[in-house]
C-alpha cells in the first residue's frame, strides 16, 4: 500500500487550508460602481477608451445575456450568484499607464514577488535559467505589467493586454473577438463578452516560432469582485506558439466569481500550445469561500494540419466548470486535451473536453485524470462528435478517476457521437489500466506488485505533465506529484 | 405543480382521466404527478438527449380498445406464453392451462382490481426509474397485462413468453404491464416479445417490473421488433435484486420506427449481479435507444454489460448506460462495453456511457467504440475469394455474437443467432 499512501499524503498536502497564495494585497484601488446595468458596461469600455463598435458588442451582449437563464447541467451546487452584488471593474489606483515597471506601484510588484511572477526582465536574464518566459500580469481587471514586449516585437510577435491590443492592433482583434467563442455562446460566456476587462492578446505571424513562452499570471484580489478576463491567441500559418496562464486569489470568506473566455484561433499547420496552471482559492475546509471558476475555452482549429493542444493542471477553485475545447475546422487538424484534475474539501470540479471533428482526417486525444478527496464531486464531462463530413476521424479518450475517502464522488460522463463510418472513436475509463504485461515485465525485474503498479502510473501521470512546459512542469510537480493507483472509473 | 401546456399533453391527461376510473387510483395519481411535473421528454432532458420524444409523439394516438377475437399469433418460441394484444391482457390466445406448478398469473386488470398489497407496492416504482417521466406515464395509464407470481424455490424449465402485440388497423397507443416476482430463490427463463401484427404506426408504452428476492434468478431475453416509421415504442425494464440474486439479459432491437429499451435495474442486496447484454440491427431509418441505469445500493454487487450496435442505411443507435455506485456500496465491480459499426453514411451512432461513484473501494470501468469494419480482416476474407457482402456479413455476425455469447440458454442463443442470419442476409440480397 505504500504507493497509495503516498497518494494520500501527496493530496492531503494540497490541503485547502494550506493555501499559500491566500495573502491579499492592500492596495487603493478604482472600482466601478457594485451591480450591472448598461451605464456599468459603458463605463468599462469608456475606462479603456475603446471604439463604438466594441462599446455596441458590449452592449449587445449585455441585452442578450438579460434574456439567458443560468445553465443548470453541470453536476455542481452552490447557492443562486447575485449578480448585483458584484464589482466588475477593481484596478489598482496609478499613474494612467505606466510606462516602465518603476512607475508601477512597489506594493503591486511585492506581490507577484511573493507569488513568485518574475515580472522585471533582468532579473530573470540574471537567473540561472536559460529559457525566458514573457509575463503579462493581470491584476483584478487590468493588466499592470508586461515583459519582453521589445523582443518579442522584433520577432513580429505580438503580445499585450487585449485592451492595449484594441487600441493598436483594432482590425486583428475586430477580425477575431468572438469568432471562437460567439457573444451568444453560453450565459457566463455573454456575461464575459459584456464585461470583459483585461487578458492577454497574442499574435504570431505567419511562418514565426514565438522566441519565448508567452505567460499570463491571473491575480483576483479585491473583494466582491468578479474577474472577467478574455484571452485572444491568434496563430497564423505555420507559427507556433506556447502560453501558460496561472492564477491565484487571497482567502476570502466570500464567493468570488471568475468568469473568463479564452478564444484560440489556428490557421493552415500552426500551433497552439495552451496551458493552465489553475490554483484559484478553493474555500476552506468547510466549504466556505473560494473562487467559482465558470470558464470557456475553446480552439478553433481553422487551418489546414493546424494543431491545438490543451493542457490543464486544476487543483484550485471552489466550484469548476470548465470545458477546454476544440473545433477541428481545418483538414488534417489535431486536437489534445491533457487533464489532471485535484479536488479536495468541499471542491467540485465540472470539467473536460469537446473534440468536435469537421474536417478530414482530423485527430483528437483526450488523457483526463480526475483525484477526488475529501467532500470535493469531481466529474469528467466530455463530448466528441464526427461530423458527416469528418472522413478518416480519429480519437482517443482515457478517463480516470482515484477517490480517496469515503464521502467523495468520480464521475464520467461522455458524450460519443458519430455521423461518418470511416470516424473512428475510441473510449476508456477504466480503473487504474495497466496491463499485465507491463506488471509482468516489471515483477519479472524483482518489483513487488505494488512497487511495481506505482512504477507504471506514476509514468502515465508524468506523460500528461510533460506536456507542461518546463516552468510549468515543475511548479504543477510541486502541487501533485501523484501516483494514482486504486482508481476507479 | 401541473404546468402540462402541449397538445399532447392534454391528450394524454384526457387518457389519464379515462383510466383514472379503472383501479389503483392513488397509484396512478402518484405517477401521473410525476409526469406532469416533467411532461414529454425533449432533448433538454439530459437522460433523453438523444430520443426527442416531445416531437416524436406530438399527436398521441387514441387510447387502444381491443374487441378482436381470436386470431393466430406468429409464434417463435417454445414456451408458456402469456400474450397481451392491443393493450389487453388475453387468457384465451395464452397458455393458461399448460402453466406448471408453482407458477400464478393474473391479469394486471384483475389484480389492480383486487388491489392486494404486495402486488400493488411491487407495482409502485419509488426508487430507481421515478425520475424517469415516460416509465410514470405507463404506470399513470396502465390498461392491462399480467402479473405473473413465481412461488419460492421454484425451478421452472419451461420458458414463460411475455408476448406483447399491437394488431390495429388504426394508430393506436397501449399502455401495458406486466409484473414478475420471483420468490426466494425460484428460477425462471422469461421472454419478453414485442412486435407488432400491422402496419399502423402504434404508440405502444409497455413495461415490465421483475423483482428478485433473495438468491432468485433470471434469465431475460428480450425482442423488439416491427413497427413502421411513424411508430413508438418504449419498453422499459424495472428490476429489483435483492441478495444473491441474479438476472441475465439479452435484448436485440430490430425493425422500423423509433425503439427506446429502458432499462432500471437496483442491485438492493449484498452480492447481487446483473448481466445486462443487447445488439441492434439498424436499417432504414430505424432510430434505436438502448438506456440503462445500474444502480449499485448495496455492497459486492457484479454488474456487466455489453451492446453491439450494427447501423446500416440511415439508421440512428443510441447507448446510454450509467453505472451508480452508492456510498457504502463497496466492492462494487461493475464493467460496461458499447461497441457500433456504422456500415453506411448515413448511419448514426451516439455513445454515452457513464459513472457515477460515491465509493472509494470499487472496480468500476467502461468502453466505448465507433467505426467501420477492418480492412484488413475484409481483405483477408476477400483475399480468400469471398464475396465483399459476405465477407462483411461474416465480421458482422462475428460482431453480433460477442454480445450473446454470455447466454445459458442455447435454444435461445441459436434464435438469436437466427434472427442475425436473417438480417445479414436481407443485406447480402441487396
Known amino acids: ?261 479564452v478564444e484560440l484561433v489556428a490557421l493552415d499547420d500552426a500551433e497552439i500550445k495552451y496551458s493552465t496552471v489553475q490554483n484559484w482559492y478553493p474555500g476552506d475546509s468547510e466549504g466556505r469561500g473560494g473562487i467559482y471558476n465558470f470558464v470557456t475555452k475553446r480552439g478553433d482549429c481553422r487551418g489546414r494540419n493546424s494543431h491545438i493542444s490543451w493542457t490543464q493542471v486544476e487543483t484550485g477553485s471552489a466550484i469548476t466548470w470548465k470545458y477546454p475545447s476544440c473545433i477541428l475546422r481545418g483538414d488534417g487538424s489535431q486536437g489534445e486535451f491533457y487533464s489532471i484534475a485535484v479536488s479536495n474539501g468541499y471542491q467540485q470540479v465540472d470539467s473536460g473536453t469537446k473534440m468536435l471533428h469537421l474536417g478530414k482526417n482530423t485527430k483528437s486525444r483526450i488523457i483526463s485524470k480526475g483525484i477526488s478527496a475529501g467532500r470535493a464531486q469531481n466529474t469528467y464531462r466530455g463530448q466528441v462528435s464526427a461530423h458527416r463530413k469528418a472522413d478518416g476521424a480519429r480519437n482517443f479518450t482515457q478517463c480516470d478517476s482515484l477517490l480517496i475517502g469515503h464521502d467523495c464522488g468520480a464521475h464520467t460522463v461522455p458524450y460519443i457521437e458519430s455521423k461518418n463510418p470511416s470516424a473512428q472513436f475510441e473510449h476508456e475509463a477504466t480503473t487504474s489500466k495497466i496491463s499485465e504485461d507491463q506488471l509482468f515485465y516489471a515483477m519479472q525485474r524483482g518489483l513487488t506488485a505494488e512497487e511495481a503498479t506505482a512504477l507504471i502510473v506514476n509514468g502515465f501521470v508524468r506523460d500528461v505533465l510533460q506536456q507542461l512546459p518546463m516552468e510549468f512542469a515543475v511548479e504543477a510537480q510541486k502541487l501533485i506529484s501523484i501516483s494514482l493507483e486504486g482508481s476507479v472509473g | ?79 408458456l406464453r402469456l400474450v397481451t394484444l392491443d393493450g389487453v391482457f388475453r387468457a384465451d390466445l395464452s397458455d393458461i392451462a399448460r402453466l406448471p406448478e408453482g407458477v400464478a398469473v393474473q391479469s394486471l386488470r384483475d389484480a389492480l382490481a383486487q388491489g392486494e398489497l404486495h402486488v400493488m407496492s411491487a407495482l409502485a416504482s419509488a426508487d430507481i426509474g421515478a425520475q424517469d417521466p415516460i416509465l410514470a406515464l405507463n404506470a399513470a395509464l396502465m390498461q392491462d397485462g399480467v402479473v405473473v407470481q413465481i412461488a419460492p424455490g421454484a425451478k421452472i424449465a419451461r420458458a414463460i413468453e411475455l408476448a406483447t402485440f399491437s394488431s390495429a388497423e388504426a394508430a393506436q397507443s397501449t399502455y401495458t404491464r406486466a409484473l414478475v416476482m420471483l420468490g426466494e430463490g425460484a428460477q425462471a427463463t422469461l421472454i419478453e416479445t414485442l412486435g407488432a401484427l400491422s402496419a399502423a404506426p402504434a404508440q405502444d408504452n409497455g413495461a415490465l417490473v421483475l423483482r428478485l428476492a433473495a438468491s432468485a434468478r433470471v434469465e431475460l431475453v428480450t425482442h423488439l421488433s416491427g413497427g413502421v416509421d411513424q411508430s413508438i415504442r418504449v419498453a422499459s425494464l424495472l428490476a429489483h435484486l435483492d441478495a ?187
Request: hydrophobic residues 40%; charged residues 25%.
Open chain 2, 244 to 430: 444473491d440474486a441474479r438476472i441475465h439479459s439479452f435484448a436485440l432491437i430490430e425493425g422500423e420506427g423509433l425503439h427506446r429499451r429502458q432499462i432500471f435495474v437496483r442491485l438492493d442486496g449484498e452480492k447481487a449481479s446483473a448481466v445486462f447484454n443487447g445488439a441492434t440491427l439498424g436499417r432504414g431509418r430505424l432510430h434505436a435507444d438502448t438506456t440503462l441505469i445500474v444502480d449499485h445500493a448495496k455492497p459486492s454487487g457484479q454488474s456487466r454489460e455489453c451492446f453491439r450496435n450494427i447501423l446500416d442505411d440511415q439508421s440512428v443507435g443510441v447507448f446510454q448506460g450509467k453505472v451508480i455506485v452508492r456510498p457504502g456500496a463497496q466492492k462494487t465491480d461493475g464493467a460496461m462495453q458499447s461497441k457500433a459499426l456504422l456500415l453506411s453514411e448515413q448511419a448514426t451512432m451516439n455513445n454515452k456511457p457513464e459513472l457515477e461513484i460515491f465509493a472509494d473501494d470499487v472496480q468500476c470501468g467502461h468502453g466505448a467504440t465507433c467505426g467501420r469494419l477492418d480492412k484488413d480482416q475484409l481483405f483477408y476474407l476477400t483475399a480468400r475469394g469471398l464475396p465483399r457482402r459476405e465477407a462483411e456479413a461474416l465480421l458482422i455476425e462475428g460482431f453480433a455474437n460477442e454480445a450473446m455469447e454470455a447466454l445459458e440458454d442455447e435454444q435461445l442463443k441459436a434464435f438469436l443467432s437466427d434472427r442475425v442470419s436473417v438480417w445479414l442476409s436481407r443485406r447480402i440480397g441487396r
Open chain 2, 1 to 79: 405543480m401541473i404546468k402540462l401546456a402541449s397538445e399532447a399533453e392534454a391528450t394524454l391527461s384526457s387518457f389519464y382521466e379515462e383510466m383514472r376510473a379503472k383501479g389503483a387510483p392513488r397509484l396512478r395519481a402518484a405517477a401521473w404527478a410525476a409526469f406532469s411535473e416533467f411532461g414529454l421528454p425533449s432533448r433538454r432532458v439530459e437522460s433523453w438527449h438523444y430520443t426527442d420524444l416531445k416531437t416524436a409523439m406530438s399527436r398521441p394516438a387514441p387510447l387502444a380498445t381491443s374487441s378482436r377475437g381470436a386470431m393466430p399469433l406468429p409464434r417463435a418460441h417454445d414456451s
Open chain 1, 1 to 261: 500500500m505504500a504507493a497509495r499512501q503516498e497518494t494520500v499524503a501527496r493530496v492531503e498536502s494540497i490541503d485547502v487550508d494550506a493555501y499559500k497564495y491566500g495573502f491579499s494585497t492592500d492596495i487603493e484601488s478604482e472600482k466601478a460602481p457594485k451591480g450591472l446595468n448598461e451605464d456599468i458596461v459603458r463605463f468599462i469600455s469608456a475606462k479603456k477608451s475603446e471604439p463604438q463598435w466594441l462599446t455596441d458588442w458590449r452592449l449587445e451582449a449585455y441585452r442578450r445575456w438579460l434574456t439567458m437563464p443560468e445553465p443548470n447541467w453541470a453536476r455542481v451546487h452552490y447557492p443562486r450568484i447575485d449578480f448585483q452584488d458584484l464589482y466588475y471593474y477593481a484596478a489598482p489606483k496609478s499613474t494612467p499607464g505606466p510606462k516602465s515597471l518603476d512607475e508601477v506601484d512597489p506594493e503591486l510588484l511585492r506581490t507577484y514577488e511573493k507569488l513568485g511572477i518574475p515580472l522585471r526582465e533582468q532579473e530573470i536574464l540574471a537567473g540561472v535559467e536559460t529559457r525566458r518566459v514573457a509575463v503579462d500580469a493581470v491584476f483584478d481587471s487590468v493588466s499592470v505589467a508586461t515583459t519582453f514586449k521589445e523582443e518579442l516585437a522584433k520577432a513580429g510577435v505580438i503580445f499585450c493586454p487585449i485592451s492595449e491590443a484594441v487600441q493598436t492592433h483594432p482590425e486583428l482583434v475586430q477580425k477575431y473577438l468572438g469568432s471562437v467563442v460567439p457573444a451568444t455562446d453560453n450565459f457566463y460566456a455573454t456575461l464575459n463578452s459584456a464585461v470583459f476587462s483585461d487578458g492577454s492578446f497574442v499574435y504570431v505571424p505567419k511562418g514565426v516560432r514565438c522566441p519565448m513562452e508567452l505567460s499570463t499570471y491571473f491575480r483576483i484580489n479585491e473583494q466582491k469582485t468578479g474577474q472577467f478576463e478574455r484571452t485572444l491567441i491568434i496563430a497564423d500559418e505555420g507559427s507556433y506558439v506556447s502560453y501558460l496562464e496561472g492564477c491565484t486569489a487571497p482567502r476570502r470568506d466570500e464567493n468570488q466569481l471568475h468568469a473568463a473566455v
